[in-house]
């Protein structure tokens, strides 16, 4: 009912800027926050950003001041802008949405993409 689908990864230096989208389709009523996670090899899912509906954000603390995310409500698309990339950030990356849709307005649904790869290497 609800689909994510990003783009944007890729291979880039250390120091190097990458951008991701993540753009939500289907029969959506609202969506609440959008988010990016990621997951490293052989570590476990984490936060990287947080976008809620009234403008807030939030950011693991390794990437604050490197890391932006930001939302085009009207697209229901997200965005992270990552700038000084380090090696550590080599990761695939997870949109998620919670959203509810035109059929049942009152249940919020958790929605994840289907991952994109971001490699940091020179």
């Known amino acids: 009912q609800v689909q994510l689908v990003e783009s944007g990864g890729g291979l880039a230096q250390p120091g190097g800027s990458l951008r991701l989208s993540c753009a939500a389709s289907?029969?959506?009523?609202?969506?609440?926050?959008m988010a990016w996670y990621r997951q490293a090899p052989g570590k476990e899912r984490e936060l990287v950003a947080l976008a809620a509906s009234g403008g807030i954000t939030n950011y693991a603390d390794s990437v604050k001041g490197r890391f932006t995310i930001s939302r085009d409500n009207a697209k229901n698309t997200v965005y992270l802008q990552m700038n000084s990339l380090k090696p550590e950030d080599t990761a695939v990356y997870y949109c998620n949405a919670v959203a509810t849709v035109l059929t049942d307005r009152n249940r919020y649904l958790r929605v994840w993409g289907q991952g994109t790869l971001v490699t940091i290497s020179s």
């Open positions: 289907g029969s959506i009523f609202s969506i609440n926050t």
